[in-house]
């Protein structure tokens, strides 16, 4: 099993629409969480940290389920410029270094008119 | 605003041959890495620094070699190419070796070994 999973996509939604991904990661010891975003040949960049109460930034809300081991994003009111990979980022070890960070392989998301 | 700046953006190579992807920052950053972005793979770290003179192993380094003689600089050295190192490489920095700290990455750059 992977350290962490994504679906890969694409997902294909309309603008407007809402929009939620999973991933899952195997390690219970892990204790941060983040989504990252990557637009296509581009670098990927910081889009929020994943807190246990859940957390939201604009159209923006992140989960996290402890007990099945799952983070989720939502986009609400999809928008064009949404269209990018969706990197789900985890601890591999219960450390506090950046150097164990695991990277899933992305979800794609295409927002369309 | 530079950032995470990462030359050449594009290299073909023969197999065989060496080179050396280079990195650097001027964000003051003490943490520095380097991953690698294959297909149906999530990024793997290859090597990183915690500070000037400091450098360990990632998940992947065997054919890898860097060095961080300065905190702005973290190059990263193919010693004999393969083609197995293809792939697009990202040098990312962050304030300090913190789990929860935002890394920074540059643009990439794109390697083909033939």
């Known amino acids: 099993r992977k350290e962490v999973e994504q679906d890969p996509g694409p997902f294909n939604v309309p603008e407007g629409a809402t929009v939620a991904f999973n991933c899952t990661y195997s390690?219970?010891?892990?204790?941060?969480f983040f989504w990252y975003r990557q637009d296509c040949r581009k670098e990927p960049k910081l889009l929020m940290s994943?807190?246990?109460s859940g957390n939201e930034d604009g159209r923006f809300t992140a989960q996290l389920n402890r007990a099945s081991q799952y983070i989720s994003l939502l986009i609400r009111d999809s928008k064009l410029s949404d269209s990018a990979t969706y990197l789900c980022?985890?601890?591999?070890?219960?450390?506090?270094?950046?150097?164990?960070?695991?990277f899933g392989t992305g979800t794609r998301l295409q927002v369309t008119l | 605003n530079a950032g995470v700046t990462q030359t050449p953006k594009f290299q073909v190579l023969k197999t065989g041959q060496s080179m050396t992807l280079q990195c650097a920052q001027d964000?003051?950053?003490?943490?520095m890495s380097w991953y690698r972005q294959d297909p149906g793979m999530g990024l793997r770290l290859i090597h990183y620094?915690?500070?000037?003179?400091?450098?360990d192993q990632g998940e992947v380094p065997n054919g890898y070699n860097v060095s961080r003689s300065t905190t702005e600089d973290f190059p990263l050295r193919l010693l004999s190419a393969a083609p197995s190192q293809t792939s697009v490489y990202f040098c990312?920095?962050?304030?300090?070796?913190?789990?929860?700290?935002?890394?920074?990455f540059g643009e990439g750059s794109r390697l083909t070994v033939l």
């Open positions: 390690n219970s010891a892990s204790q941060s």
């Open positions: 994943v807190y246990s």
């Open positions: 980022v985890v601890n591999k070890i219960n450390t506090g270094t950046a150097s164990k960070l695991t």
């Open positions: 964000m003051n950053h003490e943490y």
């Open positions: 990312a920095s962050s304030a300090q070796d913190r789990v929860d700290g935002e890394l920074f």
């Open positions: 620094s915690v500070g000037a003179g400091i450098t």
